[in-house]
């Protein structure tokens, strides 16, 4: 079993649809981060979390520490949020991110 | 700033030549990591540095080697090129570690025949 598993893999949405990415872990961690990977194959970094919920736009960021789970959730969804959606977890005493496989994006007009 | 750079952005190799990718940030960042990226998987950490002069091993350093001479750059360096590394590889930065934001460079796509 993965450390890091994110579902779903693929999800298609229309625009303006609420949009949900779930992420769950199997280990304690320090911190989790959410990722975006664009079409063309850039990585920026979306949000980083270890408690709580983040906000930035139309992005909202949750976390449980104790159910071990994340959703990061785009409000509004505009075919411009097409990507994939990487979710990566630090471990306690690790010096190193685990990083899921990544959930495929894209909004239809 | 320009961020995060890598070169070249394409390469084909044939098996066993050697080459070396270049990363270079320009933030002043500590912390800097080499990844590869294989189709389906998630990103591995293959080198990892925090700050000039040192570096250690990530999940899959083998057939790589680093050095960090200077705090702007981290060249990754592939001896005896194998078809398993045909990858996508990232560059990334972040200010004080991996508790902190990354930021990656564009990515060097390499093919190894």
């Known amino acids: 079993k993965n450390e890091v598993e994110q579902s779903p893999q693929n999800l298609t949405a229309q625009e303006g649809e609420f949009i949900t990415i779930n992420c769950s872990y199997s280990v304690g961690i320090s911190a989790l981060h959410w990722l975006q990977q664009h079409p063309g194959g850039g990585i920026v970094s979306l949000f980083m979390?270890?408690?709580g919920k983040k906000k930035h736009g139309r992005l909202i960021a949750t976390i449980n520490i104790q159910e071990k789970h994340s959703s990061l959730h785009i409000t509004a969804s505009h075919p411009r949020d097409s990507a994939v959606y990487i979710c990566?977890?630090?471990?306690?005493?690790?010096?190193?991110?685990?990083f899921g496989t990544g959930t495929r994006l894209q909004v239809t007009l | 700033n320009a961020g995060v750079t890598q070169t070249p952005k394409f390469r084909i190799l044939k098996i066993g030549q050697s080459m070396t990718l270049q990363c270079t940030q320009d933030m002043n960042h500590n912390y800097m990591y080499w990844y590869r990226q294989d189709p389906g998987m998630g990103l591995k950490l293959i080198y990892y540095s925090v700050g000039a002069g040192i570096t250690d091993k990530g999940e899959v350093p083998n057939g790589y080697n680093v050095s960090r001479s200077t705090t702007e750059d981290f060249p990754l360096r592939l001896e005896l090129a194998a078809p398993s590394q045909t990858s996508v590889y990232f560059c990334a930065s972040s200010p004080e570690g991996p508790n902190d934001e990354q930021y990656f460079g564009p990515g060097t796509r390499l093919t190894v025949t």
């Open positions: 979390l270890s408690s």
């Open positions: 990566a977890v630090l471990t306690g005493t690790a010096s190193k991110l685990t």
